[in-house]
């Protein structure tokens, strides 16, 4: 095993024991859904033109949260069981290459 393996899988038994879906469900929300819906909101009213309502009205903040809200369950969610299980897998991979090598080499 090369030193970014053994980085890896000690870096990740440290994180997975200190896991907390809602820190990663937040920094999901924060740093990715927040820029995808404010872009959104602003082709879809700019570029688009889609004017039903004002761009400073109760309508448009309400139409606003309710794709937030989508957004974020969506991305949120898929975000976090997708990190959470894809470095599962290699976790799991690496700690039977190491079990291996442990072996062969006795």
Request: glycine share 4%; aromatic share 24%.
């Amino acid at each position: 095993m090369d030193a970014e393996e053994l980085a890896f899988l000690q870096n990740w038994e440290v994180k997975r024991k200190k896991w907390s879906w809602g820190k990663v469900f937040f920094n999901t929300v924060i740093y990715v859904v927040l820029p995808i819906v404010i872009t959104v909101d602003f082709i879809n009213f700019f570029i688009i033109a889609d004017t039903n309502f004002g761009f400073f009205s109760w309508e448009h903040l309400w139409e606003f949260m309710k794709t937030f809200f989508v957004f974020s369950l969506i991305i949120g969610s898929s975000f976090g069981v997708f990190y959470w299980y894809s470095n599962e897998l290699k976790f799991q991979r690496l700690t039977q290459k190491q079990e291996k090598e442990k072996k062969n080499t006795h």
